[in-house]
């Protein structure tokens, strides 16, 4: 903040006199000019302390002179006697109060270099006072930055420092964290560092679609590294945070170079958070597909001693498994797990766990909480769904909870204990559970669960694209052949009347003799034995597709 008129008037040694416009002594002084030119202003900028002798002015200059200031925005005019003038000619005392212009009547002994060193300290104290604010500000966005929610802190950190609000995006321009130190939003519910959810008031979901224009911008120019934008009541700047999403500031005040510094160097410490999770969730994926594979093995004391060393559970209750199909494993693990980027996410409040499997994200949904699992993933891809009742827990209690047992005794009690469900039962269960989440994921339904497509049939279970590729391949030659017969509605005929001539052939409307001639031709270009019951389902199957 430049110093104002005001502080400058009142360095005693100055002894600078104000003669008139006093209500303007707060405008802030950018730079002190000395100019003997009637018409100084071409070579001003606004802002300016204007300093003269008025060597070249006469009373009758005074209202031309002072407008002519006053429209370029000069802070203030300071005039010098004893050389030209023995004293400020009251005309221009005069015009300058008329038009709101602060004049100071400069004394023969005060140098105008030694005003213009004054005000140079002055700019250069208050520029050494912003470089401190901003570096002291950096420090403590740093400190949030390396706290376990990072991401939260240094959103709550900012909009602190700002005296504004502060959102975190991800990369749809969704909001995952608000904060708001401006106060409007007393009345919201808004995310706190306490708040894994990352959830957000209706002003913060109103505010993040107010800037999908902008977020479209930077989303198809990422040279962009920045947008700014202004209304009368707010200040806004929006930056990207490389894939990982975008954050956005805003400010009742217009922001100064070193609110400027300040959000920079959040944007910095924000992507670095947030690629320092992407690793820590990239390790920690691996740990939990692991931890699925021992449990797919009916090693579930060593799954839950894996996890215990990480700080982590398995389920306790009866699960449903799911199978997702997502483009983004990460998004959905994070809505799972109702946190921002952490070594932890895959196991939310609920306690689901989820591993990446063969190319799909497996979850263990508790059983009271699958449907709300269910509905979360859906938002994310296609998702298959196991029937429920899955146990993974132990007769004597969870596997995790007899390895923290304070007794010796009774944790070797509990270590000797049988299992409520064997090991190899637990795999055969998982196993299953599994296989039928992975099947009900072929259906072409956004959520598929197995129990529902078990009353639809077989073929509700089989890859609607693989099986039409199975079904054209099968029937090829029948509909490749050169004859008037359609052999392929023969074929079926023949299979929906169960292999009976008669009721196949006056279903088609043709002898029996010539059905079995087109059988025997479907035959031979099928190269497969019709009274076999396998070929017989096949072909049946084939048809139904």
């Given at each position: 903040m430049a110093p104002t008129l005001r502080r400058i008037t009142a360095i005693v040694p100055l002894h600078l006199e104000v003669l008139a416009g006093r209500n303007g002594l707060d405008r802030p002084v950018r730079w002190v000019a000395v100019s003997e030119l009637e018409d100084p202003t071409p070579f001003l900028e606004g802002g300016e302390l204007v300093l003269t002798t008025g060597m070249r002015l006469s009373a009758g200059d005074a209202v031309p002179y002072v407008s002519r200031l006053v429209a370029r925005g000069v802070s203030g005019l300071g005039f010098g006697v004893g050389l030209s003038h023995d004293a400020v000619p009251p005309a221009f005392a005069e015009a300058a109060e008329s038009a709101g212009l602060p004049l100071v009547e400069v004394p023969r002994a005060t140098p105008f270099i030694a005003i213009g060193k004054a005000v140079s300290d002055l700019l250069a104290g208050e520029q050494y006072e912003e470089i401190s604010r901003a570096f002291a500000a950096q420090g403590r966005l740093t400190r949030a930055a390396l706290q376990r929610e990072g991401p939260v802190a240094v959103v709550d950190r900012l909009s602190r420092e700002i005296g504004g609000w502060a959102l975190l995006l991800d990369p749809a321009g969704a909001v995952r964290h608000a904060a708001d130190a401006t106060g409007r939003h007393t009345g919201d519910k808004h995310a706190s560092p306490g708040d894994r959810r990352g959830a957000a008031g209706d002003w913060a979901r109103e505010t993040a679609r107010s800037l999908e224009p902008e977020i479209a911008r930077l989303r198809s120019a990422p040279s962009l590294a920045s947008l700014a934008l202004s209304t009368p009541d707010e200040h806004v700047v929006v930056q990207p945070l490389g894939r990982r999403g975008f954050f956005a500031v805003g400010s009742p005040r217009p922001f100064s170079p070193i609110a400027h510094t300040v959000v920079n160097a959040a944007g910095s410490l924000l992507t670095l958070a947030l690629e320092q999770g992407r690793e820590q969730r990239s390790a920690a994926a691996h740990v939990r597909s692991a931890v699925l594979r021992l449990l797919l093995a009916g090693e579930a004391r060593a799954a839950a001693e894996t996890l215990a060393a990480l700080g982590m559970r398995l389920p306790g209750d009866p699960v449903t498994v799911l199978a997702c199909d997502t483009a983004d494993p990460e998004a959905l693990t994070e809505a799972l797990a109702g946190a921002v980027p952490g070594p932890r996410a895959g196991f939310a409040a609920m306690?689901?766990?989820?591993?990446?499997?063969?190319?799909?994200?497996?979850?263990?949904?508790?059983?009271?909480?699958?449907?709300?699992?269910?509905?979360?993933?859906?938002?994310?891809g296609r998702v298959g769904v196991s029937a429920p009742g899955v146990e993974i827990a132990r007769s004597e209690g969870r596997v995790e909870d007899r390895m923290e047992s304070p007794d010796p005794e009774l944790d070797r009690a509990l270590t000797r204990a049988p299992d409520r469900i064997p090991d190899r039962a637990l795999a055969t269960a998982l196993d299953r559970a599994l296989d039928q989440a992975r099947r009900a994921l072929v259906s072409a339904s956004p959520v598929a669960r197995f129990s529902e497509l078990a009353g639809r049939g077989l073929l509700s279970l089989l890859d609607p694209a693989a099986a039409a590729s199975f079904a054209a391949a099968i029937l090829a030659p029948l509909r490749d052949y050169g004859s008037r017969a359609d052999l392929v509605e023969s074929l079926r005929a023949y299979?929906?009347?169960?292999?009976?001539?008669?009721a196949a052939a006056q279903r088609l409307g043709v002898h029996r003799h010539t059905l079995r001639y087109r059988m025997k031709r479907v035959s031979e270009l099928l190269g497969r034995d019709l009274d076999d019951p396998a070929v017989r389902a096949e072909l049946w199957i084939a048809l139904c597709l």
């Amino acid at each position: 903040m430049a110093p104002t008129l005001r502080r400058i008037t009142a360095i005693v040694p100055l002894h600078l006199e104000v003669l008139a416009g006093r209500n303007g002594l707060d405008r802030p002084v950018r730079w002190v000019a000395v100019s003997e030119l009637e018409d100084p202003t071409p070579f001003l900028e606004g802002g300016e302390l204007v300093l003269t002798t008025g060597m070249r002015l006469s009373a009758g200059d005074a209202v031309p002179y002072v407008s002519r200031l006053v429209a370029r925005g000069v802070s203030g005019l300071g005039f010098g006697v004893g050389l030209s003038h023995d004293a400020v000619p009251p005309a221009f005392a005069e015009a300058a109060e008329s038009a709101g212009l602060p004049l100071v009547e400069v004394p023969r002994a005060t140098p105008f270099i030694a005003i213009g060193k004054a005000v140079s300290d002055l700019l250069a104290g208050e520029q050494y006072e912003e470089i401190s604010r901003a570096f002291a500000a950096q420090g403590r966005l740093t400190r949030a930055a390396l706290q376990r929610e990072g991401p939260v802190a240094v959103v709550d950190r900012l909009s602190r420092e700002i005296g504004g609000w502060a959102l975190l995006l991800d990369p749809a321009g969704a909001v995952r964290h608000a904060a708001d130190a401006t106060g409007r939003h007393t009345g919201d519910k808004h995310a706190s560092p306490g708040d894994r959810r990352g959830a957000a008031g209706d002003w913060a979901r109103e505010t993040a679609r107010s800037l999908e224009p902008e977020i479209a911008r930077l989303r198809s120019a990422p040279s962009l590294a920045s947008l700014a934008l202004s209304t009368p009541d707010e200040h806004v700047v929006v930056q990207p945070l490389g894939r990982r999403g975008f954050f956005a500031v805003g400010s009742p005040r217009p922001f100064s170079p070193i609110a400027h510094t300040v959000v920079n160097a959040a944007g910095s410490l924000l992507t670095l958070a947030l690629e320092q999770g992407r690793e820590q969730r990239s390790a920690a994926a691996h740990v939990r597909s692991a931890v699925l594979r021992l449990l797919l093995a009916g090693e579930a004391r060593a799954a839950a001693e894996t996890l215990a060393a990480l700080g982590m559970r398995l389920p306790g209750d009866p699960v449903t498994v799911l199978a997702c199909d997502t483009a983004d494993p990460e998004a959905l693990t994070e809505a799972l797990a109702g946190a921002v980027p952490g070594p932890r996410a895959g196991f939310a409040a609920m306690g689901t766990f989820t591993a990446p499997w063969e190319g799909l994200l497996v979850v263990l949904a508790p059983d009271p909480h699958a449907d709300e699992v269910v509905a979360l993933a859906a938002r994310h891809g296609r998702v298959g769904v196991s029937a429920p009742g899955v146990e993974i827990a132990r007769s004597e209690g969870r596997v995790e909870d007899r390895m923290e047992s304070p007794d010796p005794e009774l944790d070797r009690a509990l270590t000797r204990a049988p299992d409520r469900i064997p090991d190899r039962a637990l795999a055969t269960a998982l196993d299953r559970a599994l296989d039928q989440a992975r099947r009900a994921l072929v259906s072409a339904s956004p959520v598929a669960r197995f129990s529902e497509l078990a009353g639809r049939g077989l073929l509700s279970l089989l890859d609607p694209a693989a099986a039409a590729s199975f079904a054209a391949a099968i029937l090829a030659p029948l509909r490749d052949y050169g004859s008037r017969a359609d052999l392929v509605e023969s074929l079926r005929a023949y299979l929906a009347s169960n292999g009976h001539w008669d009721a196949a052939a006056q279903r088609l409307g043709v002898h029996r003799h010539t059905l079995r001639y087109r059988m025997k031709r479907v035959s031979e270009l099928l190269g497969r034995d019709l009274d076999d019951p396998a070929v017989r389902a096949e072909l049946w199957i084939a048809l139904c597709l």
